[in-house]
Each structure stands twice: as C-alpha cells, then as structure tokens.
C-alpha cells in the first residue's frame, strides 16, 4: 500500500484559508481528500486523476476548495478557501488501487479507496 502523510490542518476563523497537504510514497493514479466531522459519516471531498488531471469535488465546497497535485514530488494538495465552521473536520488524504478518480459516480465514494493517511485537523469558528 501507499504510505501518506497529511499536513497542514489547523484552526481558522470562518472565511480564512488553510492549504493540506498530502506526501505520497509512489505515484498513485488517484488522490482524494476526505474528511470526517464528530458523529458523522466519512465524506468524499474532491479527488484528482495523475495522468488526465480530472478533478471532482463534493457540492459542499463547490467554487471554495481547489484540489491539485506535484506530479513530480506525488505530493496532493487542498487549497481552502471562504472556510465555514461546518468544514470542521478531520481531512484524510486517500488513494485508490483503480482509478475511481475518473468515473464521477465513483470518485468520491469511500470504499474505492485503500490506503489512508492518518488525517489532519481543520477547526473553522465562527
């Protein structure tokens, strides 16, 4: 499996800006973020694909978050901008054995993916 390493989480004030990012230790087709609030469900953020650069991202951060990707350090990165406090969150950085990334009805759904970082905290107050 792929080894990840996330970072870059922290707390903001709704409206500000937080960058992830994610180290991987190969070249995976796809990368997804994910995040996890308390008491709820593992949710698909946004996904890119290495070789097309296709991206998908849940409607919740739609024209807010951008994802992309270093093809030559496989390092993913989540750009985070006009933060609300419901984007608090643990955010895991994923990949995908396949290539879930370039099928949209696949691309942000969690069982695609098997290999997991450890995730990072992003804390928005209002």
């Known amino acids: 499996q792929v080894q990840l390493a996330e970072s870059g989480g922290g707390s903001v004030q709704a409206g500000g800006s937080l960058r992830l990012s994610c180290a991987a230790s190969?070249?995976?087709?796809?990368m997804a973020w994910f995040r996890q609030a308390p008491g709820k469900e593992r949710e698909g953020v946004a996904t890119h694909a290495r070789h097309l650069g296709t991206t998908y991202y849940a409607d919740s951060v739609k024209g807010r978050f951008t994802i992309s990707r270093d093809n030559a350090k496989d390092t993913l990165y989540l750009q985070m901008n006009s933060l609300k406090p419901e984007d608090t969150a643990m955010y895991y950085c994923a990949t995908a054995a396949g290539a879930p990334c370039l099928v949209q009805a696949l691309a942000l759904v969690e069982r695609q993916y098997n290999s997991w970082g450890q995730g990072t905290q992003v804390t928005v107050s209002s």
């Open positions: 190969g070249a995976p087709a796809c």
